[in-house]
């Protein structure tokens, strides 16, 4: 065998053995099976009455006043779920945003780690002319990394 062949047959075989073993990696850390259909789209609640218990865990709940007054501060509190979703190397919320309409009002990152419970309080200002029909929707969104992207919205009344 001559050396070109020899480096070329070393190169491959190492090249093979790494894709078998970050396969068998992955198999091991991610072993939950993934709903491939969950990343086609946003996901959102289809029946409120009736929530799957995947509904239940992903679609975000947001908690503000019905009535807020223009241009002063109010918080609104985001969690991902009606029960908390867990948090975990295998299985995490990667971010909570939240958007007054279309215009993004705040993003937080999470890390796939325990300990965390995935809810965020966000301070919102609404401006009169960001609502002069007098209301606006919060949009807030999140995404889970074997579940996909998932959002809510809440109107709201701006006096």
Known sequence: MDRRTFLKATAIGSIATGIGSTLAAAERYFPTKVDQALFEGTNRVKDP????PLEKSHAPAISAPASVKAGEPFTVEVSVGEKLHVMGPAHWIEYIALAIGNEPAGRIELQPKGFLSPRVTFTVVVPKEAAPAGKVTLVASQHCNLHGTWES??????V
């Open 49 to 52: 009455a009736k929530k799957t």
């Open 153 to 158: 919205d809440l109107d709201i009344s701006v």
